[in-house]
């Protein structure tokens, strides 16, 4: 069993693939070109908005965006304390101030109400002024933006959505990635839409920052890459990603997010009695990028892993430790108590096998594996 199979969905998807890959052989045009520009089409409308900017990695997309904002030093970037390192990362790799914030315990995204807290917090110090709030949207279920909009207009803030894992995700039929100012994604293999190496994807509505964005990823280039006016990187999907990711975003809408949802139920409907199961919000879709239950400690964890892999079923614990806690971000201020049930998620949660491709079988053995081993 694979925690995600991508070699199952090769094999469903190969003829279309090869083809596809091909096809950029054949026409010499490596790094953007018409592979690339008809993805970012197809990916803008599958999303419902107007601009889709294809990028090397989700970091780099959401680098981007605060670039583009004009993000740095004296800035404060709310970010969940729950979430992959990337999402704090990008903040501090541009000199502004990651001020992390603790999750519901619910749907483990950003807890508006803590990040209203922390939001005061920062104002009253006066030593960072507060400017973004990123919200994740993780496991594939989107952030309250109801919530998160409102915080973000009464203290005039912009709001990122991260949504490397929250590709396909939706709340009252609107499409995830399209909820913040600008949106961003990760087309990693494992992510609920991936490619086959690294990518990512910025989106917005606004004319202006798609043009800066498209500057920046591209050396900071004016009329052309060798006319540069700001400096920038290079961060850029090359195009037998985005031929590859072209095939695949038809299997995805077609069925894959449909058979990750059958598969998700199904393991509901098995666990459901027997360990606490990964909560949905009414009106909202997940796209599953994990299958995560809570037990009741550590130790409980453990032995369900051991049992795991002795039946040789994958599994991971995502995460293991608090981003304020992270060795990177030890010479900060963060209080230890301002993070009750993140601190408790890492010591309980675990990340079962989720995929397309799961079979029923697959998933009533991991489900027998762990009901006998409580
Ligand atoms: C994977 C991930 C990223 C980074 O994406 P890469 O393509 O690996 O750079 C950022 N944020 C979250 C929440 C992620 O899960």
Redesign the pocket.
């Known amino acids: 069993m694979y925690f995600r199979d991508l070699k199952a969905q090769y094999n469903y998807l190969q003829q279309d693939i090869d083809n596809a890959i091909s096809q950029v052989l054949a026409s010499g045009d490596f790094v953007g070109g018409p592979f690339v520009e008809e993805l970012e089409e197809n990916l803008a409308s599958y999303i419902g908005v107007k601009h889709c900017i294809t990028c090397a990695?989700?970091?780099d997309a959401?680098q981007l965006a605060l670039m583009a904002w004009g993000v740095g030093k004296g800035d404060a970037v709310f970010v969940p304390d729950f979430?992959?390192f990337?999402?704090g990362e990008v903040v501090a790799a541009i000199g502004a101030k990651p001020v992390f914030v603790d999750v519901d315990k619910q749907t483990f995204n950003i807890s508006c109400k803590n990040l209203e807290e922390m939001i005061r917090n920062t104002q009253a110090k006066g030593k960072w002024k507060p400017q973004v709030i990123i919200a994740?949207d993780l496991f594939g279920q989107a952030a309250d933006y109801s919530g998160l909009r409102k915080i973000a207009q009464k203290y005039n803030l912009y709001l990122l959505e991260?949504g490397?894992?929250g590709f396909g995700g939706a709340i009252k039929g609107k499409k995830s990635l399209s909820f913040g100012d600008i949106s961003t994604t990760?087309f990693?293999p494992a992510?609920p839409l991936g490619c086959y190496g690294?990518g990512?994807a910025v989106f917005t509505n606004n004319d202006k920052w798609n043009e800066i964005i498209r500057s920046y990823a591209v050396h900071g280039k004016g009329l052309h890459k060798y006319d540069n006016i700001r400096i920038g990187m290079n961060s850029r999907l090359d195009a037998l990603q985005a031929s590859i990711l072209k095939v695949k975003l038809q299997a995805f809408s077609d069925y894959e997010l449909d058979k990750v949802n059958e598969a998700a139920n199904y393991y509901n409907t098995y666990l459901c009695e027997k360990v606490k199961i990964p909560k949905i919000e009414k009106e909202f879709y997940s796209s599953w990028a994990q299958y995560s239950i809570l037990l009741k400690d550590n130790l409980e964890r453990e032995r369900i892993q051991n049992a795991l892999k002795k039946e040789g079923i994958p599994n991971m614990i995502y995460y293991m430790k608090p981003m304020h806690e992270q060795t990177a971000f030890k010479d900060n201020d963060y209080l230890d108590t301002d993070y009750h049930v993140t601190k408790r998620l890492c010591e309980t949660i675990l990340s079962l096998p989720i995929h397309p491709y799961l079979t029923k079988e697959d998933i009533e053995s991991v489900c027998e594996t762990i009901v006998t081993s409580l």
Do not use: C, H, I, M
Request: aromatic fraction near 12%; charged fraction near 20%; avoid cysteine.
């Open positions: 990695n989700g970091t959401l979430t992959f990337s999402t994740v991260d490397a894992q990760s990693y992510k690294d990512g």
